[in-house]
């Protein structure tokens, strides 16, 4: 019986706060940018393939649902990118404390966001 | 040797230890070849199909882009490994899982250095 719970983390269990939820956000945004290769796969073989499928999914991604997979894409990158930063400050034992963690998370979310609408704002201009 | 739950004492030919360093080393190579990409691509907006061969063509760039693909998946086998041996607990499911997302990774990842070799030789 004990092989058929989860190991971790027990998402049930808590009540959800900054800190857990920027963590599965962490995992999340992982997994959406792992997955999201297969976008940069498909992009480049088309690139390398001839012209037409290049601008077959080029078309694709102008559109604007295309555009709207490439924000969140670029939102998840962006977000994952800091709150690493975040990681690694941790792991070289920088910031722990309650307080601090808590400042550096709304400092991640915040820097997300201007980041995010920078990066589109320098795209369409 | 004492009996522990699936996952502890896995894949004993890498610690753990192995693990975590592999996956900081790796994020400080994406972190660093994903930021010139990205501000590279936003800073060009749309491409068509010569401007695009001619930035993946260049070799400086060809050479970091093969290397942000295979870091960069690298990266993303350690962290999914993780997720998978945090929620699949059966084990016979927890390999087949492991063995299909290495397999996904590795296609990606070869269809990818195709394209770049293609493109950039």
């Known amino acids: 019986m004990a092989r058929t719970r989860p190991l971790s983390p027990h998402l049930q269990v808590y009540r959800p706060q900054l800190t857990s939820m920027m963590s599965i956000a962490h995992r999340a945004s992982g997994i959406v940018l792992t997955t999201g290769t297969v976008l940069l796969a498909a992009w480049l073989v088309a690139l390398a393939h001839s012209a037409e499928s290049y601008e077959m999914v080029s078309g694709l991604l102008a559109h604007p649902l295309g555009q709207f997979v490439l924000f969140g894409y670029s939102a998840a990158l962006i977000y994952h990118a800091l709150n690493g930063i975040r990681h690694l400050a941790w792991d070289l034992g920088y910031g722990l404390t309650i307080p601090e963690v808590y400042r550096n998370g709304h400092i991640v979310l915040f820097l997300t966001m201007v980041l995010s609408a920078g990066l589109w704002a320098a795209v369409w201009m | ?121």
């Open chain 2, 1 to 121: 040797m004492a009996e522990y739950p699936a996952g502890i004492g896995h894949r004993r030919r890498h610690s753990g230890v192995s693990h975590w360093r592999w996956q900081r080393c790796s994020a400080v190579l994406v972190l660093a070849l994903m930021t010139y990409f990205t501000v590279l691509l936003a800073s060009l907006g749309g491409l068509d199909h010569d401007g695009a061969t001619a930035l993946v063509g260049h070799p400086a760039n060809a050479l970091a882009l093969a290397v942000l693909v295979t870091v960069g998946l690298w990266h993303g086998t350690l962290g999914l490994q993780v997720v998978i041996e945090d929620y699949i607990t059966i084990k016979g499911g927890r390999l087949m899982a492991l063995m299909a997302m290495r397999a996904a990774m590795a296609i990606i990842g070869l269809a990818t250095l195709w394209a770049v070799s293609r493109i950039a030789l």
